[in-house]
């Protein structure tokens, strides 16, 4: 196929995605590496081309084969979805069209007509307003490419972290910590360190519980489940270290070299990554037989439709996925 082609859907059209979407698609750190190519609806794309402050003109394509680089110019994929959204809000229609956009994309990739997907942000609530019954991406690109054993990576600055829960109540986290789960996790981010060459190649799991449970005086979960995991990743030749209090493991990982940290749920491993990189944070989807990326972001429905909108995390997840596709 040439220079590389990755697809980048919209997003759920009332927030900042349709905006970050076109500056990504024309900054030109994305398309010295790769034609990005927009999935979504004709309608948001016009509107965000309007405020984003960009000449560029819309070139419609049927296929990712026809997708040339063309200074000023977007190569868009239109998808039969809802046109009609609300700014600033979430809705049935811009939770559909989110949906449709994603499920093109993914087709596209899994039919290798592109090297990669790069998702904007979506809503959760939109997507439960239009019916459509999954939490988030990372679930819904496990059911559309049939993937059972998949992780969600977030990477920013010096840190590479994955999470063995994702969208879930805190309530629910420590029933959730299983050492079959927790060591699934710890052998992603191990296969992951090796596609990312990181140097010494460890993985450092943290514990659930403050201080990693205090040798079970806060809680057994560390003993029970992850320290068993940790051996269990031991013996496969993985090195894999921990129990680590989060707070110190974070630290340490900010300071001096950490390969690869597994957390135990969202968090505990987000709050520190997005301290260290909030505007330039990617989310990888490990295990999937496509390469996914997206911004370490929501759809700030806040900022949406103003402008204002910063697109270099965008931006650095298009380049990722053009990477690693």
């Not at 405020?51 to 000023?72: C, D, F, R, Y």
């Not at 809802?82 to 229609?93: F, I, L, M, V």
């Not at 592109?114 to 239009?130: D, R």
């Not at 630290?251 to 301290?275: E, F, N």
Request: glycine share 10%.
């Amino acid at each position: 196929m040439g220079i590389k082609k990755i697809a980048i859907t919209m997003g759920e059209p009332g927030g900042i995605g349709p905006e970050i979407a076109v500056k990504a698609a024309l900054s030109q750190q994305a398309t010295s590496i790769c034609i990005p190519i927009i999935i979504g609806a004709r309608k948001p794309l016009e509107d965000a081309i309007a405020i984003a402050g960009v000449h560029a003109k819309i070139k419609a394509v049927h296929s990712p084969a026809e997708a040339v680089q063309e200074p000023g110019a977007i190569n868009f994929i239109e998808v039969d979805a809802p046109q009609e959204y609300t700014k600033n809000k979430p809705s049935a229609g811009g939770g559909q069209a989110s949906y449709e956009f994603i499920r093109k994309a993914a087709g596209l990739a899994m039919n290798k007509e592109v090297h990669g997907i790069c998702t904007a942000p979506i809503s959760k609530e939109a997507l439960k307003m239009a019916g459509v019954e999954f939490p988030g991406h990372t679930e819904m690109l496990s059911a559309l490419t049939h993937t059972a054993r998949y992780a969600m990576m977030l990477m920013g600055g010096p840190l590479r972290v994955v999470l063995v829960t994702t969208h879930a109540a805190i309530s629910k986290v420590p029933s959730l910590i299983t050492r079959a789960a927790v060591l699934e996790k710890i052998q992603i981010a191990s296969e992951a360190a090796r596609l990312l060459s990181v140097a010494g190649n460890e993985v450092a799991v943290c514990g659930l519980n403050p201080h990693a449970g205090e040798g079970g005086l806060f809680g057994r979960e560390e003993i029970d489940e992850i320290a068993p995991a940790i051996g269990d990743a031991k013996k496969q030749g993985i090195h894999a270290t921990g129990p680590h209090p989060a707070d110190a493991l974070f630290r340490r990982a900010w300071t001096s070299d950490v390969g690869m940290i597994v957390a135990m749920y969202h968090d505990q491993g987000l709050v520190a990554l997005k301290m260290a990189a909030f505007d330039a944070g990617v989310n990888v989807t490990l295990g999937l037989p496509i390469v996914r990326t997206s911004p370490d972001h929501g759809t700030a429905y806040d900022i949406a439709w103003k402008a204002i909108a910063k697109a270099e995390s965008m931006i650095e997840a298009v380049k990722t996925a053009a990477y690693l596709g």
